[in-house]
């Protein structure tokens, strides 16, 4: 019940061949691949162009989001 042995991964590898074939594998594998560099490929850019600009704050007077519950106990603002 603990790990597979080689016996049990091939049938499942097996199992698998019959269901997909060999050109739809082939096909799923060379699409995985692809996303996987550009994956990579889009992380290795964005690491290599710092922010030219820093992240600005917004200053503002009214409140970001407003809250019922607050607005109906106003014992506790106090």
Do not use: C, Y
């Not at 603990?2 to 594998?29: A, D, E």
């Not at 290795?44 to 009214?62: F, G, I, T, V, Y």
Request: aromatic share 6%; no cysteine.
């Amino acid at each position: 019940m603990g790990s597979f042995s080689i016996g049990h991964w091939l049938i499942v590898l097996l199992i698998v061949v019959l269901i997909f074939g060999t050109k739809r594998l082939k096909s799923i594998g060379s699409d995985l691949g692809g996303a996987i560099k550009g994956f990579k490929k889009g992380m290795n850019e964005d690491e290599d162009k710092p922010s030219a600009e820093p992240q600005k704050r917004l200053e503002s007077d009214e409140p970001d989001a407003e809250f019922p519950e607050r607005k109906n106990d106003k014992s506790r603002s106090a």
